[in-house]
């Protein structure tokens, strides 16, 4: 057979021929002949049930995103050491006061909680722009605010298990040091403080994130979360000022930060065995929720306005 | 003109830089209309401003001045992405996803459940050949399979319009050759395409219609069967070289492209 210069040209010159016909070698004439796909008849909801829908798929989409990050569980991990460090320290300790080992226990739960809030946090909103994969989101039929609130939410559920998952743990070692169960309702109660305080950081940690870089975010939050458990200080502070100024500085800067002073006082009257009147209580979690709305609603407001490049 | 999908008019997008406030015009009155049922390929050498329009047409980016609608909407409204598939240049996914949970969560923006979901999804993996990986984590995954499902997610709500930013690079040419008979198909069903690209051949067989783009400016439109009149791509290269060169001639004489006008070629519309 020949296999010579011929024989070549002549195939290449069919190949000419056949792609002018809009067939090339091996591609079927029809326009997508082995292609089919069905209409899709489907009326959308809109309105209040819809968001719901969108804010769930987003929050279960973040705190998937959350817990396949390895970084979680090191920072489980570390907390859960530290917690059996304390537990090591505890029983060496003379009297072997399960106070220390719960309050040490408590300290870094809220600590560790709040790594996860403000690392997670502030990289949430940023990530899905650096990464592009805001342009999938913002194309499909969804209201921004639903975007920011389901990032939230999201990563509140996560935080929500990690903090309860440690608390766990503390009641566990704490009841084996005891041989009791009796200071399970303390921390217990102990952790919806902690929960609650970690929401506020949360929030804070998301609000930053859709205008200013991870590390920025960063800086803000954990100073916000600092000032916020000294904002008696800081009150206190400013009525030692003569200066009327001064102290409308301090109380506007009072009234702005989360008061986790507060929070803080009554967790510990609570976990003392004080009572403390239920519409206080009611209070707080007013208190909690509408600080959370106002943030969410800022970021959605600041991401309603965003161009994405 | 009542069955424009798209319409724009005088459209300008000036980037500005974060350092010293300094504009530089990505696009220059562009006007642009594509009819129901067209499919309408935007090509241009790189950087000269496709993937920016697609982005004004969808609301990722507000437009500098100008007017933009899309499907009878202003860009980027919610009524109007509900019917609408999109997808982008490079596109990058959640890489903690497996595919399949990726087209669920997109499909639960759409408020699709149940039944009709699973059935979706499935069909579009078949759609796009990824029923093999369906399982396995969106960081496996090749750039071909990204695009692949970039594809499968753009029309999980079975959108009338299309936007496409460079759908067949990237691909081997099975790959190429699925999204193109993709295309095609949606085109069948009577679906709006507009799409970005470099693929020439696969340009020539898509589209009813192109637009060159250079420097901004829209220096060229016209139909596919008045370009390649002999049905060869080669033809749709030449048209493509000579409207850039005589722009880019007119650029180094003046200083700037003089913007096609609208009277000079064939008023757009499907064949
Ligand atoms: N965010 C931005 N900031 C500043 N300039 C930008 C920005 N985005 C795009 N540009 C500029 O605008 C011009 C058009 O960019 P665009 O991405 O639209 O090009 P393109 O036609 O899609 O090119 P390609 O074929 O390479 O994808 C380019 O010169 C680019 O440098
Ligand atoms: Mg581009």
Redesign the pocket.
């Known amino acids: 057979m020949d296999l010579g210069d011929a024989t070549g040209r002549t195939s290449r010159v069919m190949v000419q021929e056949n792609e002018k016909l809009g067939n090339a070698v091996g591609i079927p004439k029809e326009p997508g002949h082995d292609k089919q796909l069905s209409d899709l008849v489907h009326k959308p909801q809109v309105g209040f049930t819809r968001s719901l829908g969108t804010l769930i798929a987003i929050a279960l989409n973040t705190f998937r995103e959350t817990v396949r990050d390895r970084v979680l569980y090191a920072i489980v991990v570390f907390a859960l050491v530290a917690t059996l460090a304390g537990l090591v320290f505890g029983s060496l300790s003379v009297d072997q006061d399960v106070r220390v080992l719960e309050d040490l226990g408590l300290f870094t739960i809220t600590i560790f909680g709040g790594i996860i809030s403000v690392f997670v946090g502030t990289n949430l909103v940023f990530k899905e722009i650096d990464r592009k994969t805001i342009f999938l989101i913002v194309t499909k039929p969804i209201n921004r605010w639903e975007f920011i609130a389901g990032k939230f939410l999201g990563l509140a559920l996560c935080v929500f298990v990690t903090t309860y998952s440690m608390g766990l743990f503390l009641i566990g070692i704490t009841s084996l040091q005891m041989g009791s169960l009796g200071h399970a309702m303390p921390i217990l109660l102990a952790l919806s403080f902690i929960y609650a305080e970690m929401l506020l950081v949360i929030g804070l940690a998301t609000f930053f994130s859709t205008f200013a870089t991870p590390l920025m975010s960063m800086v803000f939050t954990i100073s916000l979360w600092i000032c916020g458990h000294l904002s008696n200080s800081l009150l206190s502070l400013g009525k030692l000022s003569t200066q009327a100024s001064v102290q409308v500085i301090t109380q506007a800067i009072y009234y702005t930060i989360p008061d986790l002073a507060s929070l803080t006082l009554l967790r510990s009257q609570l976990v003392d065995g004080g009572a403390v009147p239920p519409n206080l209580l009611g209070a707080i979690v007013v208190y909690i929720v509408a600080y959370c709305i106002l943030l969410i609603a800022g970021a959605s407001l600041i991401a309603e306005r965003k161009e994405f ?1 | 003109m009542t069955d424009a999908v798209i319409q724009v008019e005088g459209l300008v ?1 000036d ?3 974060h350092f010293l406030r300094k504009r ?1 015009r ?2 220059d009155g562009l006007d642009l209309t594509v009819q129901k049922g067209e499919a309408f390929g ?1 090509l ?12 004004l047409l969808l609301g990722l ?1 507000r437009p500098t001045a100008g007017t933009i609608k899309v499907l009878g909407k202003p860009a980027g409204d919610k009524s109007a992405l509900e019917r609408i598939g999109f997808l982008p ?1 490079n596109p990058y996914f959640y890489a903690y996803l497996t595919a399949q949970e990726f087209l669920d969560f997109f499909a639960q923006l759409f408020d699709l459940n149940g039944k009709q979901k699973s059935d979706r999804i499935k069909e579009l993996l078949e759609l796009v050949s990824l029923t093999e990986a369906k399982d396995r984590p969106i960081r496996k995954f090749s750039k071909g399979m990204m695009q692949r499902l970039g594809v499968a997610q753009a029309l999980i709500n079975d959108p009338d319009l299309v936007f496409f ?2 759908p067949n690079s990237g691909l081997d040419p099975i790959g190429r050759r699925d999204i193109r008979q993709i295309m095609l198909l949606l085109k069948q069903k009577g679906k709006t395409i507009f799409f ?1 690209s ?1 693929m020439l051949p696969d340009v020539k067989d898509i589209c009813d219609r192109v637009g060159i ?1 250079h420097r ?1 400016k829209m220096i060229g439109q016209n139909r596919i069967s008045d370009i390649c009149k002999s049905g060869t791509y080669q033809e749709l290269e030449d048209y493509f070289m000579n409207m850039i060169n005589s722009a880019e001639a007119d650029y180094r004489k003046t200083g700037s492209v003089t913007p096609y006008h609208i009277e000079r070629e064939a008023q757009g519309g499907p064949r």
């Not at chain 2, 241009?44 to 982005?55: E, L």
């Open positions: 490049n | 997008k980037h500005v830089s530089f990505a696009l935007l241009g050498p790189n950087g000269a401003g496709k993937t920016t329009t697609q982005k980016t240049e930013d460079e970005n470099h783009l901004g």
